[in-house]
């Protein structure tokens, strides 16, 4: 494609500008056969396309970690491949267990299951997009190849995020308060694991399984306040704890009976 202005033509600057984009975005439009591809072909030709979301994907959890390939998500048929990656059972497939439970269990994730079949998935990842988001909106957001959720990539990046639906405000007070419930449960394990270094090592079959228990429901307060599952940060979490407790207080307490009578701990 050509694009010719004469000389001699007068051309307002904001349209010629609109001109070249225009025909610039046409350029780039090259005609993709239907596939199937292998994640090879995928990530030698988006190497060169895309070398910022190539390298976001290699650098980050699913490259690094797990492994996942391009074909895991988007399939191997190019034709409506970014749709299909949206759609929260490209990801439950993996996640299963607590990181999905809690997610379908909230409030975005059961708005988000009502709203699945008429939801138009072409539209991209972007702030207020979706009426509830879904597994991509907030971890993949604005085609983010990484994890916008990861810890390390602050706070201020989830509070742009959750503020393209929510007020600056509540999210503010959400955020607040998850950190809230993750320091009353690691105060929670912090009793445990003091409690637990009591005993010597290997002189109890019990406490190992108990520890455990402990740290996996300490992870579902944090899927809780992350997901805003009630059910997560409460009766799988924060009581969870509780009961993880009282076990390892018990067990630690049977063990120092039992030495102080001289009998097998």
């Not at 009961?243 to 001289?262: A, C, P």
Request: hydrophobic residues 30%.
């Amino acid at each position: 494609m050509e694009l010719a202005v004469s000389t001699e033509m007068k051309v307002p600057a904001w349209i010629l500008g609109i001109l070249i984009l225009t025909s610039s975005h046409a350029w780039s439009e090259e005609a993709v056969a239907p596939g199937p591809f292998t994640d090879e072909e995928c990530i030698d030709c988006h190497t060169e396309r895309d070398p910022i979301l190539m390298r976001q994907w290699r650098e980050g959890p699913h490259a690094t970690i797990s492994g996942v390939g391009c074909s895991s998500c988007h399939g191997d048929i190019h034709q409506d491949s970014n749709p299909r990656a949206r759609k929260d059972y490209s990801c439950i497939g993996c996640h299963t267990g607590p990181a999905s439970h809690s997610y379908s269990t909230s409030k975005h994730g059961v708005i988000n299951q009502l709203e699945q079949p008429k939801q138009d998935w072409k539209h991209p990842l972007q702030r207020g997009n979706y009426r509830a988001p879904s597994c991509s909106y907030c971890h993949l957001h604005d085609n983010d190849h990484g994890d916008t959720m990861a810890p390390n990539r602050g706070p201020e990046l989830r509070m742009w995020i959750c503020s393209g639906c929510h007020s600056p405000r509540y999210v503010r007070e959400q955020l607040a308060s998850g950190k809230r419930l993750l320091k009353i449960a690691d105060l929670k394990v912090q009793e445990g694991e003091e409690l637990i270094a009591s005993i010597p090592d290997g002189k109890s079959n019990l406490l190992p399984k108990l520890r455990h228990n402990l740290l996996y429901h300490r992870q579902n307060v944090l899927l809780g306040a992350g997901h805003q599952s009630p059910d997560y940060q409460w009766w799988h979490g924060q009581p969870a704890l509780d009961g993880d407790l009282i076990r390892i207080r018990d067990g630690v307490m049977q063990y120092h009976q039992n030495k102080s009578l001289g009998t097998d701990p």
